[in-house]
């Protein structure tokens, strides 16, 4: 018997490759590559008056310089606004190089092309223009206030308002026993792959055709964009994702303007052109996440179970909306979590600022709605004086309501339903495993030595597995070694692994002889993407799908091989046999030399397979329903999403004197369904983790009122390194499978950082006993808010409220 | 532009010589003159140290060295950690084995880091492991799989 490898926590295949150095990441290709450089402009806002590359020009090795005016027909055009929304009324798009305006500090105005980056770069700086700078907008205040405007015509700043009901919110909070308010404030942060973007394009002048290698999370994303843009049919398009140093969400935006730009050029040189974003471009040319300012108010009764909820939220979209509404959508609608609720109110506004523009990144969107959520349960739970956990436990959606249709509508345009989950077991494990119920004791001995402590939790649920669908191709060579082909694209998910895993075990064949391409549209044209923690549940079920196809169709030939029936075979370690009978075998790669009906041989074992040797003349070679060769497609389409869930607990000391933030424990609970490889898992968790811990703590993109980003390197854009994550990261496994597709998986790479914000500012405050509503929270900031603080108690009579008393007032 | 300049440095045990301009980087002469990419840039000022080699046995950030700074000396790059038959090295094979790595954009900063680490302190306490990678970024792992191969390789 073979050992399932599903659910094993198997060794990834894909790292000895990139232990030696040899993966191949973007840059790492095209050595023979003119290299481009761009001119970004300065300025927040500004009107271009004038371009003069006149001192740039004899450069030597300098290639050429494009600007706006020399982009043909649909690259003249604004850029795609890839999902669009009824709601987004406003939407704009840049232009791939800046049409007479500039509504960011980094946006593309020129690129250049010449023999190396060095000299590309000197010839980028040569460039001079001239602009007439326009009052900027930066941040959600002043883009509310909208004494200025990021676009003319766009009024307000508005780029769209939406609003979701369910019951009536309005009678609902009216009747409520109590009632809470809470203004609350997340700033920006940022993916931050350690490797930034990245395009190599080679036109191919004899064939016409194109090929482009990009950092991308969506390679048929990026083809269908490039073939639009530059006016080429789709199938003269491949492209093609190299080895990808992360990314986190900020990839999936396709296409970049020097997506476009780079083919664009190559073609027009028929010189292969390759484009390597530096870090401060990454900062002020890319994307960035997070940053929202929200009101809630919240009914409730004596128990804490909310009556009714009604949120308010202010959404940062920066200076235009490629990625149109979804991260706002995903906050409103994810915002729920494990709770019920059925008189829920959201309206939120998306703004437009003149910074860089906002998409996905790991959470997207969540994060900023379980703060909201998890920040008014800690609040009932303060005012009314409860254990905050029972808070919680009171509104949990019960195991035995799954399907619960919330009656929203999600991200993917379909209904938010949540297909299973078990959130008090989930709540009951993370008390067990962080030891919720002991705190008290540990409080008390810390403070007898003179330490403040406290203790935080958080809750999510997280749609994961978003449609519309991932497709597999399995192809089992004469070799007998079984090539897969998906067409979503990995970012270090271990894909080859998890993928090669579950093949593997649906084919009977040992995982070295499975080998698994994602992210290359000649292999598998046909894909959506990686995010939204879809890749497992999309692209897993689809190869899975497909090699059951594949199964089917070996067990038919090997059966009609051995004369036996189908049903009585069983493949192991590649060969099929009849079951109980080990002596009776047909290795699977002679199998797929059958499946092929061959004319001409062309080595020994292909022999098998040709006219004389095999065949029914009564038969046609290949049966009308058939096709030659031992592969299979299939795809995998669900729905609707599958939802996970998990929650994270952490215990924090502060520093009386210096506020400095100390992470004694933090532990995870998560159910992501069945687990395909817990050492994968865990990674992703632990990664997740690790960047709440910088979006908790650390990072902040800091703009001045100019619209300058002041801290766009890695000196000043605080990231963790392992100093500022803690030492152990505890992690308990539910295993509730979803229902949803063949496997029972959920997705899990976004989970480790969805809580991050709230699950910090509740073990803060529980510390600190100071409303928290804002994060990031640096030192300085807690230390701002404790002198507020004790302004305030000065002011008023009595000592400074205990830790655990009502610091909100009830209405 | 000033003239190039002549260099003549082993490499991984190999020796070249080149004639580079003043201002390449360390890391582009690797990368991009030598072929050798597994050498990684992730911010080219000096902070992440995914561009991290070994001078003379030392770890420099290739991103803040210029070529014609290093002549006479000897590098070692990731590609030069495995063993002879390129069998993967201790700290390498302990990264498979804790899964201390996902993009492994940041793993060979770390590997070299690492090897010379542990050369100078063969048995780190859980807390020297984590001080010894703590002037490299990783935003993938959350570092808690890249201790543990230090430790392991370690064992
Ligand atoms: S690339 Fe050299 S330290 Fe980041
Ligand atoms: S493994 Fe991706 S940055 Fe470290």
Sequence with gaps: ?811 | MSADIDVALIVNGAGYRARVPPRRLLSDFLRHDLGLTGTHVGCEHGVCGACTVLLDGVPVRSCLLLAATVDGQEVTTVEGLAGPGGSLSKVQQAFQDAHGLQCGFCTPGFLTTITAGLRDNPSPSPEQAREMISGNLCRCTGYQNIVAAVLKAAE
């Design chain 1, 1 to 811: 018997m073979m050992t399932r490898l599903f659910g094993a926590p198997i060794k990834r295949i894909e790292d000895p490759r990139l232990l030696r150095g040899q993966g191949a990441y973007l840059d790492d290709l095209g050595s023979d590559a003119l290299a481009a450089a761009f001119v970004r402009s300065p300025h927040a806002h500004g009107r271009i008056l004038d371009i003069d590359v006149s001192d740039a020009i004899d450069i030597d090795g300098l290639v050429a310089i494009y600007t706006y005016d020399d982009l043909p027909g649909p690259l003249a055009e604004p850029l795609p606004l890839l999902i669009p929304h009824p709601a987004l009324t406003q939407g704009r798009t840049p232009h791939a190089l800046a049409k007479d305006e500039v509504n960011h500090v980094g946006e593309a105005i020129a690129m250049v092309v010449a023999r190396d980056r060095y000299i590309a770069e000197d010839a980028a700086e040569r460039v001079v223009v001239h602009y007439a700078q326009l009052p900027p907008v930066v941040g959600i205040q002043a883009a509310r206030a909208a004494d200025r405007l990021v676009h003319d015509d766009v009024p307000g700043n508005l780029g769209a308002r939406m609003t979701q009901a369910i019951g009536d919110v309005d009678a609902a909070l009216a009747a409520a026993p109590h009632r809470l308010a809470l203004d609350l404030t997340v700033e920006r942060s940022a993916s931050m792959p350690l490797e930034g973007r990245g395009v190599l394009a080679r036109w191919d002048r004899d064939s016409k055709r194109l090929r482009v290698w990009t950092s991308t999370q969506t390679s048929t994303g990026v083809r269908a964009a490039v073939a639009a843009k530059l006016d080429l049919p789709l199938g003269a398009v491949e492209v093609i994702t190299p080895d990808v140093g992360g990314g986190f969400g900020v990839k999936i935006v396709h296409p970049w303007p020097e997506e476009v730009l780079v083919p664009f050029a190559a073609r027009a040189l028929d010189r292969p052109v390759k484009f390597t974003e530096d870090r401060r471009e990454h900062f002020v040319a890319s994307a960035h996440e997070r940053a929202q300012i929200q009101h809630v108010d919240v009914g409730f009764d004596d128990q804490g179970r909310i009556h009714g909820l009604d949120v308010r939220f202010w959404h940062d979209h920066g200076a235009y909306t490629p990625y149109g509404l979804i991260v706002p959508i995903i906050t409103s609608t994810q915002l729920l979590g494990p709770y019920r609720v059925h008189d829920y109110r959201v309206t939120f506004d998306s703004l437009y600022t003149n910074t860089v523009i906002v998409t996905p990144y790991r959470g997207a969107g969540r994060p900023q709605g379980v703060f909201a959520m998890e920040r008014t349960m800690d609040a009932i739970a303060r005012a009314l004086d409860l254990d905050r956990a029972d808070v919680r436990a009171a509104n949990f959606i019960q195991p035995e309501e799954m399907p619960y249709d919330h009656g929203l509508i999600f991200q993917d345009g379909r209904p938010l339903c949540y297909d299973s989950g078990d959130y008090p077991g989930t709540l009951a494990k993370l008390k067990a495993l962080i030891g919720w119920s002991d705190f008290e004791q540990f409080r008390a001995d810390a403070r007898a030595e003179g330490r403040r402590v406290g203790i935080g939790l958080a809750m999510y649920v997280e749609g994961t597995g978003v449609g519309p669908y991932e497709g597999g191709h399995v192809h089992v060579e004469t070799s007998g070694k079984v090539k897969v082909a998906t067409g979503l694209t990995s970012q270090g998910q271990g894909h080859q692994t998890a993928f090669a895993q579950i093949v593997a075990d649906e084919l009977g064949v040992a995982l070295e002889d499975v080998e698994v391409v994602t992210g290359d549209t000649r292999r598998f044209p046909y894909a959506v993407g990686t995010f939204a923690s879809r890749a497992a549940v999309m692209s897993g079920s689809a190869v899975a799908l497909a090699a059951r196809v594949v199964r089917q169709k070996a067990l038919r030939i090997a059966g009609e091989a051995l004369e036996a029936s189908p049903d009585d075979l069983e493949i192991v370690d590649g060969q099929v046999r009849v079951k109980g009978a080990p002596g009776v075998t047909i290795g699977l790669g002679t199998v797929a030399v059958l499946s092929n009906p061959l004319r001409y041989a062309f080595d020994e074992a292909s022999k098998a397979a040709t006219q004389f040797a095999i065949g029914n003349p009564d038969k046609p070679p290949v049966d009308e329903d058939d096709e030659p060769g031992l592969e299979g497609k299939d795809y995998y389409s669900p729905a609707q999403s599958t939802f996970a869930n998990g929650a994270h607990a952490v215990i924090v000391e502060t520093d009386p004197d210096t506020a400095e933030i100390k992470i004694l424990r933090y532990c995870v609970v998560h159910d992501c369904g069945n687990l395909i490889n817990p050492r994968i898992v865990e990674g992703q968790v632990h990664g997740g983790v690790a960047q709440g811990v910088g979006g908790a703590l650390y990072e902040r993109m800091v703009y001045d009122e100019h619209g300058q980003l002041l801290n766009a390197s890695f000196m000043d854009f605080l990231m963790p390194y392992v100093t500022e994550v803690p030492s152990a990261i505890e992690i308990d496994h539910l295993e509730t499978p979803s229902p949803l597709n063949p496997l029972g998986i959920k997705g899990a790479g976004e989970a480790g950082v969805i809580p991050s914000a709230a699950v910090f500012a509740s073990a803060i405050e529980d510390a600190e006993g100071i409303p928290i509503r804002a994060m990031p929270i640096s030192p300085s900031d807690l230390f701002t808010l404790r002198a507020r603080a004790d302004r305030l108690t000065s002011e008023r009579p009595g000592p400074r409220a205990p830790a655990a008393g009502p610091l909100e007032e009830i209405a």
